[in-house]
Structures are given as structure tokens and as C-alpha cells.
């Protein structure tokens, strides 16, 4: 099967440039998550879907940030404007059914703004 | 609010032996998740292994297993027969139970296999 798929997998983008991210979860999976992973904060939770909905986007870091999911193999995260402190690997993972099951992660998005 | 906390920056192990990573987190939940990630230079986040809180039985995954003191609120990984793809950052995650679908990572520790 295939898993959580990212794209691009590596962006160089200027500063003030917008930056788009997409993913596709695993196929009948119904919730979606988006997390971002730099040196100094680690791993952190950005926002995650339910069935397509937005369930909790308390982690977004600021206004700047935007994410969607059109369709249940489909999301996006959006920057604009970038700005360098944005530079970090985006993840996207699914799971499938219920809180418990383990959740799966994609190869991640390496993003720089310069 | 949880925390997880692993405190071996890195760690080496000699090809063929044994190592144990540590972590240990901090909840007033009583029914939760934790995980182990494997995260190799490709930088994909690998699971390696998972513990659901109200098991007592230790999670075994081939030459993967891990010693979960829920008492202690510690949850170690073991690595039996260490091999060179081994070698990776290892991350320890919490999730509850609860309905919170955030996972709360550790900050890792660095695996270093020796040929």
C-alpha cells in the first residue's frame, strides 16, 4: 500500500514568497494531521482533520499560516507571506478509525526561505 | 500538560548488541498511548514500536521492545541485535486517550551504530 504521500519533497523559496505543501493520506484513512520539526522546537503539532474537517488548529503559529482539505485524499498547507523562520521539515500523517490507532507519517517537505 | 522527556542525547551501541534508550513522561491521565518513532537521515518518521497505557504486557516488535513502568511513568526501548540501519534518531510520543489527538514528542536521542 501506499503511504502518506508529500510534496515538494525539498522548496527553496524566498522570503515573502508564498509556499504551498500538499499531501495525500493514506487511502481510507479519515483523519489527517500536519506537524512541523525544527532544532529548536522539536516536533509540534500544527492542525489535524477529522473527515475533512478542521478539528484543532490552536497549533498554526500565526495568520500567515492556512491549511485545507478539500476532499479526503487531500490536503494543503499554505505559508504566505514565508518568512525564514519558517524554514523546518513539514510532516503530514493520517490514521485510520479511531484515536488509538497508531498514525503514520510521510517523508516530509523540506522547506528553506532565504 | 504532558511532557515527555528523554534524556540520552545519544547513545552508541556496537553492531550485534543490545542498548536501551530511555524516556519518561509526566500525566495526570490514566489511559494514554506511547510510541516509539524512528526518524533515519531520510528524515521519514518511522513507528517502531506502540503501548496502549492499560496493557501491562511490554509491546514486542521483532528485535524491538520496550520496559513501560506505568507506575514510573517510564517507557524504554530496547534494541536487540543492534544492526547498522538501526542507526537513526529515536523519538519517544505521548498521545491520550482522551480524545486529544496531539502527539507530544521527546526531544530524541541519536543512535550511532559501530561496525
Known amino acids: 500500500d501506499a503511504g502518506v504521500i508529500q510534496s515538494p519533497r525539498h522548496e527553496v523559496t524566498e522570503m515573502g514568497q508564498e509556499v504551498t505543501l500538499r499531501c495525500k493520506p493514506i487511502s481510507g484513512h479519515n483523519s489527517l494531521f500536519w506537524y512541523r520539526q525544527t532544532m529548536m522546537r522539536g516536533l509540534e503539532l500544527l492542525i489535524y482533520f477529522n473527515n475533512n474537517v478542521p478539528i484543532d488548529d490552536s497549533g498554526m503559529p500565526e495568520d500567515r499560516f492556512s491549511a485545507k482539505m478539500p476532499n479526503a485524499s487531500f490536503s494543503t498547507l499554505k505559508i504566505q507571506p514565508s518568512e525564514p523562520r519558517d524554514s523546518a521539515v513539514y510532516f503530514c500523517?493520517?490514521?485510520?478509525?479511531?484515536?488509538?490507532?497508531?498514525?503514520?507519517f510521510g517523508e516530509g517537505s523540506w522547506l528553506t526561505v532565504v | 500538560a504532558q511532557t515527555v522527556t528523554q534524556s540520552q542525547p545519544e547513545m552508541s551501541v556496537q553492531e550485534a548488541e543490545t542498548v536501551t534508550l530511555s524516556c519518561t513522561y509526566d500525566?495526570?491521565?490514566?489511559?494514554?498511548?506511547l510510541f516509539w518513532y524512528k526518524q533515519p537521515p531520510s528524515r521519514q518518521m518511522i513507528l517502531v514500536i506502540r503501548q496502549e497505557a492499560y496493557k501491562q504486557q511490554n509491546a514486542t516488535e521483532n528485535r524491538f521492545s520496550v520496559n513501560f513502568q506505568k507506575a514510573a511513568k517510564s517507557f524504554s526501548l530496547k534494541i536487540s541485535d543492534s544492526q547498522l540501519g538501526d542507526a537513526a534518531m529515536y523519538f519517544c510520543a505521548y498521545r491520550s486517550a482522551s480524545g486529544n489527538e496531539k502527539l507530544t514528542f521527546g526531544t530524541g536521542t541519536r543512535l550511532t551504530i559501530i561496525p
Open positions: 500525566t495526570s491521565e490514566s489511559d494514554y498511548y
Open positions: 500523517a493520517s490514521r485510520q478509525g479511531y484515536s488509538g490507532n497508531t498514525i503514520y
